[in-house]
């Protein structure tokens, strides 16, 4: 087992989806709905798998739409957040994929891990602060419905990147935002992500510790460079010493 330090870091930032929700297979699914009605025709099906994991998983909407049609070399008009849902705009294409997610997460609903919901509790027990960051702007939305608003002293997600024009991942802007909300360098935060491009943000932003779930195996795929540890469930990780009072 590998462990977080509390006496080297003092908080911990957890992205959302496939961290500290069970939506990343939601959101999977949702791409390949939008994404092959467009492709029908024109190029072979999205691969819920591979295309998810290396152009839309961590990424905000617009940019996963962007990545995944350039890797397939096609290039759609912006349009406008009115396109209708499902128009061959970068848009249309989004809202396309916001839409069907929503309609499962209504219909099904929203689960915690229970071992990330184990850390959270032993991390607050041991006095440190917790954060939760995501790219979507229904990240609030999905903390809320899995009932863990409750063990994060904060969240920012993507309704906070769009006021603040934040730079979505593999930029450390939202996360670099959470820490400054926290009152911490991010030397002193964890900042623990399952998606390439949030552990490529949490190296280039500096922090003290990066931790990747790797739920799915994916190796080297999910860029173990990037991590100082890589597990397969939050449940491989202990929590050592207890975060002290600062002194003045």
Known sequence: MEGIDLTAVRAVVFDTDGVVTDTARVHAAAWKHAFDAFLRGRSEPFDIRADYLRHVDGRPRLDGVRTFLASR???????????????????????????YFMQ?????????????????????????????VSASLHGRKMVTS????????????????????????????????????????????AVVDSA??????????????????????????????????????????TVQGRVLPLTT
């Open 73 to 99: 070399g096609i290039e759609l008009p912006e349009g406008a957040p009115d396109d209708e849902p499902g128009a061959p705009t970068v848009h249309g294409l989004g809202l396309a994929k916001d839409r």
């Open 104 to 132: 499962q997460v209504e219909k099904y609903g929203v689960a915690a891990f229970p071992s990330t919901v184990a850390l959270l509790h032993e991390l607050r027990r041991r006095g440190a602060r917790t954060a939760a």
């Open 146 to 189: 899995a009932g863990v608003m409750y063990l994060f002293d904060l969240l920012v997600d993507g309704n906070d990147a769009a006021l603040m024009n934040l730079p979505g991942k593999p930029d450390p802007a939202l996360f670099l935002e959470a820490a400054r909300r926290l009152d911490l360098p991010a030397a002193k935060v």
């Open 196 to 237: 390439l491009p949030g552990l490529q943000a949490g190296r280039k932003g500096g922090f003290g510790l990066v931790i990747a779930v790797d739920r799915l195996g994916q190796g080297a795929e999910l860029g173990e460079q990037d991590a100082d540890l890589v597990v397969a469930d939050l449940g491989e990780v």
